[in-house]
């Protein structure tokens, strides 16, 4: 059973940053793709950027391309987001998402529905 659980939400101005993490737990996640989405009230959840377990190529939705870094820690089993240059309509609830034997492309965007797992999301406000 995987296990996502994400932290470093919170309340920051425009421009400023903020970190988050996800802490995967259940499975030995070589196989696997990593993802964080996120969803605004009253808007469906999108795609932020995702990386590969094993290869460490990534893919980024064009709003946050040259702001946010996806990243992995093997060692202690997180994926990490740095999260820059935030503007108001960044702000949402942040989701990890963990999907078995899913390729990522640098130029392709997977969906929701490639994603198996999730976590509870963490909320990220900021303010203009």
């Known amino acids: 059973q995987v296990q996502l659980v994400e932290s470093g939400g919170g309340l920051v101005q425009a421009g400023g940053s903020l970190r988050l993490s996800c802490a995967a737990s259940g499975r030995t996640f070589s196989s696997y793709a990593m993802g964080w989405f996120r969803q605004a009230p009253g808007k469906e959840r999108e795609f932020v950027t995702a990386?590969?377990?094993?290869?460490?190529?990534?893919a980024y939705a064009d709003s946050v391309k040259g702001r946010f870094t996806i990243s992995r820690d093997n060692a202690k089993n997180t994926v990490n987001l740095q999260m820059n240059s935030l503007k108001p309509e960044d702000t949402a609830r942040y989701y990890c998402?963990?999907?078995?034997?899913?390729?990522?492309?640098?130029?392709?965007?997977?969906?929701?529905?490639?994603?198996?797992?999730w976590g509870q999301g963490t909320l990220v406000t900021v303010s203009s």
């Open positions: 998402a963990a999907g078995r034997f899913l390729m990522v492309i640098a130029t392709i965007a997977p969906g929701p529905n490639d994603f198996g797992s």
């Open positions: 990386i590969s377990w094993s290869t460490g190529v990534t």
